[in-house]
Nanobody, 125 residues
Framework: QVQLVESGGGLVQPGGSLRLSCAAS????????MAWFRQAPEKEREFVAA????????DYSDSVKGRFTISRDNAKSTVTLQMRNLKPEDTAIYYC??????????????????WGQGTQVIVSS
């Protein structure tokens, strides 16, 4: 079992930056691939970024590639999402997710067994 708690959301102006964090507990963090998804109002939850167990492999959606960076610290059981050059269309609830033990990164929601409660990001002037 893995418990995930996100933090770092808030209101930011277009072009600004935010850093989201996800703290994990309850399992061997280093043996779970991690990801961020987001859900805008009246839209389906969508993939944002993912990172493999030890961090050398990452994947990004086309809409955030070059602006967002996912990283993890296995010693601290945390995964972060650094977001730069934010746009109004980035406005959403951002969710941290973990695969089952020894899972691989994937863009599909069903690959992820554990989810946080989400943190709101609003990009507006």
């Amino acid at each position: 079992q893995v418990q995930l708690v996100e933090s770092g959301g808030g209101l930011v102006q277009p072009g600004g930056s935010l850093r989201l964090s996800c703290a994990a507990s309850g399992s061997t963090f280093s043996e779970h691939a991690m990801a961020w998804f987001r859900q805008a109002p009246e839209k389906e939850r969508e993939f944002v970024a993912a990172i493999s167990w030890s961090g050398p492999i990452s994947d990004y959606s086309d809409s955030v590639k070059g602006r967002f960076t996912i990283s993890r610290d296995n010693a601290k059981s945390t995964v972060t999402l650094q977001m730069r050059n934010l746009k109004p269309e980035d406005t959403a609830i951002y969710y941290c997710a973990a695969t089952g033990l020894l899972g691989h990164i994937d863009r599909k929601l069903r690959q992820y067994r554990y989810w946080g409660q989400g943190t709101q990001v609003i990009v507006s002037s």
